[in-house]
C-alpha cells in the first residue's frame, strides 16, 4: 500500500475509534446516572433496583434507550478499537485496557488519549515516509 | 496456516478465547430468555385476566416485601373486608377513551393490606363505597406501585381531599393500616358482588421497548462472541504469514513471554503492512 493512502487510511481508522470513544463515554455516563437515579428512586417505590423508571422520570423512554444506545454504541468501539489495534499494533495488554475502558465511566475519555497521544506520529511516520518517496 | 493455528500459543489463546465466546453466547442466550419473558407480558397480562389459573396472593407477595418483576400480571385471590372508609379516586385515568377515575379500595386481609382497583368511574360522584360488612373473596392482577409524584417540601397535589394523583404505595402507607403490600390488585371478579360496582379495568399494557432492550443485549453478545474468535483467526493468520513482530515469532519458538509486552519492540514495527 501505497505511503499517502496507507497514512490517511490510518488517520480514518483514529477518527472512527475517536468518534466512538466520545460517543460510548457519554451514554456511558448517561448510563450511570440512569442506575443512580433507580437506585434513589427505590427509596419511594419499593420495586426493586433496575425497575425503577431511572431516567424515564426526566425524559420519557429515555431509560429503555439509554442503555440500549450505550450497548451498541459499545459493539462499534469494541469492532473499531480492535480494527485500530490491527492497523498499528499497539502494546496488546493497553489495547485490551482501552476496550474495558468503554465499560468504565469517564475511562474510554482517558482512553481516546492514551490511543490518539500513541497512533498521531505513527501517522505521521508513514506520511512522511510517503513524502519522501514522492 | 493449519500448522500455524497448532502452534502451542495460538491453541492456548483458541482455548481462552473458546471459553470467552461460549460463555458470551450464553449471556446472550440469558437476555433472549429475559427479552421473550418481557414480550410475552403483555400478551401475559392478557392471558391471566382471562384464565381461570390463580394463586393466593400472599404466596406470590407477602406484606412489606420488595416486588419481584415476576410478580407482575400473576392473576391472584384474596379475601378480606373493604375498608371502605379509607377509599380513594385517582383522577385522569381513562377507559375506552374517556377520563375518568379509579377507585381505590384497601382491602384489609389477614395478611396485611391490599391496595385494589375496583375498577373505573366517569364522574366522583358516582363512586360508591362497597359493603365493609362481610367479607368478599377478590381475583385481580397483581401490579408493581406506580412512581409517586415527587414534590417540594410543602407543596401538594393540589387534589380534593379523598383523591390520590398515582397509586403509589409509599404514599398509601402513610394513610391506610400497615403492614401493607407493595403493589396493588386490578379487581376482575369479586364474590359476594357489590350492586353498585364500579366498571371492570381491563389489563394495562406493558411497554414493549423491554423486548427489544434485551433482544439488543442477546444479539450483541453474540457480536462479542463472534469478534472474539475473529481477534483469533487474525492473529493466526498474520503469524502465518509472517506480519507479526519478529520477537514475536521468536517466542513461539523459545517459549519467552516476556518480550511480547516490551513496548520498545513495538514501535518500529507499528506498522505492519507498510
Known amino acids: 500500500m501505497a505511503g499517502p493512502n496507507r497514512g490517511q487510511s490510518l488517520k480514518n481508522a483514529l477518527l472512527r475509534y475517536r468518534v466512538l470513544a466520545y460517543a460510548t463515554g457519554v451514554f456511558l455516563l448517561l448510563l450511570t446516572l440512569h442506575i443512580v437515579m433507580q437506585g434513589f428512586q427505590m427509596r419511594d417505590t419499593d420495586l426493586s433496583w433496575f425497575s425503577n423508571e431511572g431516567m424515564s422520570a426526566v425524559v420519557p423512554g429515555s431509560g429503555h434507550l439509554i442503555p440500549m444506545v450505550h450497548g451498541w454504541l459499545y459493539l462499534i468501539y469494541v469492532i473499531v478499537a480492535v480494527d485500530l489495534w490491527m492497523r498499528t499494533r499497539l502494546p496488546l495488554g493497553g489495547t485490551i485496557l482501552v476496550v474495558l475502558a468503554g465499560t468504565i465511566p469517564v475511562m474510554s475519555f482517558v482512553a481516546e488519549r492514551w490511543v490518539t497521544g500513541r497512533v498521531q506520529p505513527m501517522i505521521g511516520a508513514v506520511v512522511d515516509k510517503g513524502a519522501v518517496k514522492a | ?274
Open chain 2, 1 to 274: 496456516m493449519l500448522r500455524t493455528a497448532l502452534k502451542p500459543r495460538w491453541l492456548a489463546l483458541l482455548v481462552v478465547m473458546l471459553l470467552a465466546a461460549t460463555l458470551m453466547a450464553k449471556l446472550g442466550e440469558w437476555q433472549l430468555e429475559r427479552a421473550r419473558e418481557h414480550g410475552e407480558s403483555a400478551e401475559q397480562a392478557e392471558q391471566a385476566q382471562k384464565s381461570e389459573k390463580t394463586v393466593p396472593l400472599n404466596s406470590v407477595l407477602q406484606a412489606s416485601e420488595t416486588f419481584q418483576r415476576d410478580a407482575v400480571n400473576t392473576k391472584v385471590t384474596a379475601s378480606g373486608t373493604w375498608g371502605s372508609d379509607d377509599q380513594l379516586l385517582v383522577p385522569d385515568r381513562e377507559l375506552d377513551g374517556k377520563t375518568g377515575f379509579w377507585v381505590l379500595t384497601p382491602l384489609l386481609t389477614d395478611d396485611g393490606t391490599v391496595p385494589v382497583v375496583r375498577g373505573w368511574v366517569a364522574t366522583a360522584a358516582e363512586a360508591t363505597a362497597p359493603d365493609s360488612t362481610r367479607t368478599v373473596e377478590i381475583t385481580g392482577l397483581l401490579q408493581p406501585g406506580e412512581p409517586p409524584v415527587v414534590r417540594r417540601p410543602g407543596e401538594t397535589s393540589g387534589l380534593p381531599e379523598g383523591q390520590i394523583d398515582r397509586v403509589a404505595v409509599a404514599q398509601l402507607a402513610a394513610l391506610w393500616p400497615q403492614p401493607m403490600i407493595t403493589g396493588f390488585v386490578v379487581l376482575d371478579t369479586q364474590t359476594p358482588a357489590d350492586a353498585n360496582a364500579p366498571l371492570t379495568v381491563p389489563p394495562p399494557t406493558s411497554d414493549g421497548n423491554l423486548d427489544w432492550g434485551n433482544l439488543s443485549y442477546a444479539i450483541q453478545w453474540w457480536a462479542f462472541a463472534v469478534i472474539a474468535l475473529l481477534f483469533w483467526y487474525r492473529l493466526v493468520r498474520d503469524d502465518h504469514r509472517g506480519l507479526l513482530s519478529k520477537d514475536d515469532d521468536e517466542n513461539d519458538d523459545e517459549n519467552d513471554d516476556e518480550a511480547e509486552d516490551d513496548p520498545g519492540t513495538k514501535v518500529p514495527t507499528g506498522v505492519p503492512h507498510s
